[in-house]
């Protein structure tokens, strides 16, 4: 455990925001975490990598950095059954998995942050999400100084939604996932991009694929600072869909089980006329309008302005709200509205 005062979060956010905290605070092993049971009267924030995060203001609160390593790897008869630390990296997980003729990770290939985000946002690509592999979560529940094994069903999984952003936030802090990847393999072939793919497909071809979609569509927040899809998908009802349909013709959407519709929310704001915006050093992404990116110099405050605005047009037009999937963070700790 290592505070610092103050430290730069710049090198820890991918949207580069120039921003600060008077507490750093690292977890490089399991020792570190009864510590943080004193934290409960402090505004904190765990951060993974930082790829889906949006520090508003200059100032940021205590943060606390996820950097537990390891992955261990047992099987059963039928399956692969992986656990993962919360600080490694998503994306080399996949590729570690790949090479060890494991599969089932590759339509997550490519996607920037930790393994212990994914359970916290459900991270999901091309027809898969991280529930459809998770077998349990591993929590340090900071009351109880205890860990916790929740199952796949407790962690009430949901798009982009999971107990971690309700009950559990902030209430603790996940160390570890636990997956289970089957030996015999399903591809996953449903996504456009996906089901026109030629046999023979193998896991190394789809993971190919993705990484090919993502790199066309999406910038590399290495060389425009970006944090992956800004806003969820809305979901509105079949009546409020039919309409939209009635008024622009075709719309991309995805029926739900329960019988509403996603929209897609990336073709709403091109709709809006905002695909390429710019105000500033901060716009819209010209591939892709559902990733808001900073060119260089912009501030958390531009990013929530532009965001807001977007968030604005697309209501006007639509009669559609659409609402972050960032993680909004103040001087105070995580907030749930832009204002
Ligand atoms: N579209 C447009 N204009 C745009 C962007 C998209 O018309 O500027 C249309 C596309 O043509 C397509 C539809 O919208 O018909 C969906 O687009 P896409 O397949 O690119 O996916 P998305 O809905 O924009 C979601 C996830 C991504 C994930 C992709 C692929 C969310 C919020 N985003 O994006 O996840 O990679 O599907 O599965 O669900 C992320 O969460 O950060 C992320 C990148």
Redesign the pocket.
């Known amino acids: 455990m290592k505070p610092s005062t103050p430290f730069s979060l710049q090198p820890h956010n991918s949207f580069a925001l120039d921003c600060f905290t008077d507490r750093f605070i690292e977890i490089n092993q399991l020792a570190d975490l009864e510590q943080l049971t004193q934290l409960s009267d402090e505004s904190f924030y765990i951060l993974g990598e930082g790829s ?1 995060t949006l520090f508003l203001e200059s100032q940021a609160p205590t943060i606390i950095k996820m950097d537990l390593k390891g992955i261990t790897v047992n099987e059963t008869d039928d399956a692969y059954v992986l656990n993962v630390a919360a600080g490694e990296n998503w994306h080399n997980l996949v590729c570690y998995c790949l090479e060890k003729g494991i599969n089932g990770l590759e339509n997550l290939a490519l ?1 920037p942050g930790s393994v212990g985000a994914a359970p916290v946002q459900n ?5 898969v999400e991280f529930a459809d592999v998770c077998y349990s979560v591993n929590y340090y529940d900071f009351t109880n100084k205890q860990m916790l094994e929740l199952s796949k069903a407790q962690c009430q999984f949901g798009y ?1 939604d999971s107990i971690f952003k309700h009950q559990y936030k902030n209430k603790g802090i996940i160390t570890s996932v636990t997956l289970r990847l089957p030996k015999v393999w399903q591809p996953k072939l449903s ?2 991009g996906l089901s026109d793919l030629v046999p023979p497909i193998t896991a190394q071809v789809i993971f190919q694929q993705v990484v090919a979609m ?1 790199s066309a ?2 910038p590399d927040p290495k060389k425009i600072a970006n944090a ?2 800004f ?3 809305p979901i509105v009802s079949k009546m409020q869909y039919q309409q939209l349909s009635q008024q622009y013709g075709k719309v ?1 959407h995805y029926p739900q089980a329960e019988g509403n519709i996603k929209l ?4 709403l ?2 709709q809006a006329g905002l ?1 390429g915006y710019q105000q500033g050093d901060v716009g819209v992404h010209k ?4 990733v808001l990116v900073n060119y260089g110099g912009g501030t958390g405050d531009e990013l929530s302005q532009l965001a807001l605005f977007v968030q604005q047009q697309v209501q006007e037009k639509f009669n559609v709200n659409i609402v972050p ?1 960032v993680r909004l963070i103040s001087h105070n700790g995580e907030i749930d509205f832009l204002s």
Not at 264 to 267: D, K, L, T, V, Y
């Open positions: 889906n996607i991270i999901g690509a091309y027809g982009r996504y456009q993502r569509k999406l992956g899809s806003f969820k998908n991309p897609a929310a990336g073709w704001i091109e695909k591939n892709q309008a559902l999937e």
